[in-house]
């Protein structure tokens, strides 16, 4: 076992604790929460949050010399690739402190941090947290993106959330009249 790592040297009860206390940390960010409440990620987005758990704490268990950078690109990566949401309130940052924080503390012996979100957990009693003022968008994947910024847009832009797009109705040519006065009729497909 390489004393570098401190993930591979916890014990059953630590790794336990920090698999918890990544789950709690993941479950408190309101971000997330709301991707998970509106199933973004589809019906099983709760299970995708659980699977995002596992996979950061496996991380720290193959890559011990992961850090919080590392672990922001990650959570920003699974919000895109998995929700479909762009995270622009740098929230992944104190999310990810926290899980530094987390093992840190698991790595010395102290639980702290991990009862602490376990007790706030516990307050709301399984329920989410609350994302009254949390504002997410969901992005659209349909196509190829190009790298065009998307803030270019004029200042008075309306956020419209998921909003329904009504395309603008189409003008009907006029039609079309021969010589001897009668009107051609053409197909809908051929306008």
């Known amino acids: 076992m390489a004393t570098s790592s401190a993930s591979s040297a916890l014990s059953e009860q630590a790794q336990a604790q920090l698999d918890l206390g990544i789950w709690y940390t993941l479950f408190n960010w309101p971000t997330l929460s709301v991707a998970v409440q509106n199933q973004w990620g589809g019906p099983d987005s709760s299970d995708k949050r659980d699977w995002l758990a596992g996979t950061l704490s496996e991380r720290f ?3 011990p010399l992961t850090d919080q950078e590392d672990i922001e690109v990650m959570l920003l990566q699974v919000l895109e690739d998995e929700f479909g949401v762009r995270c622009e309130d740098e929230t992944e940052v104190a999310v990810a402190q926290e899980i530094m924080k987390i093992r840190k ?3 010395e012996g102290s639980f702290a941090t991990v009862e ?3 007790q706030k957990w516990e307050s709301r009693k399984g329920k989410e947290v609350n994302t009254g003022s949390v504002q997410v968008k969901e992005v ?4 190829d993106w190009d790298s065009v910024d998307e803030e270019s847009g004029s200042d008075d832009d309306v956020e419209m959330g998921n909003a329904p797009v009504a395309a603008p109705p189409k003008e009907k040519p006029a039609p079309e009249v021969d010589e001897d006065g009668f009107t051609k009729v053409v197909g809908k ?3």
């Open 61 to 63: 268990a193959s890559e």
């Open 116 to 118: 602490a979100l376990k």
């Open 140 to 143: 659209e994947q349909e196509g």
């Open 189 to 191: 497909k051929r306008r």
């Open 105 to 107: 503390e698991v790595g």
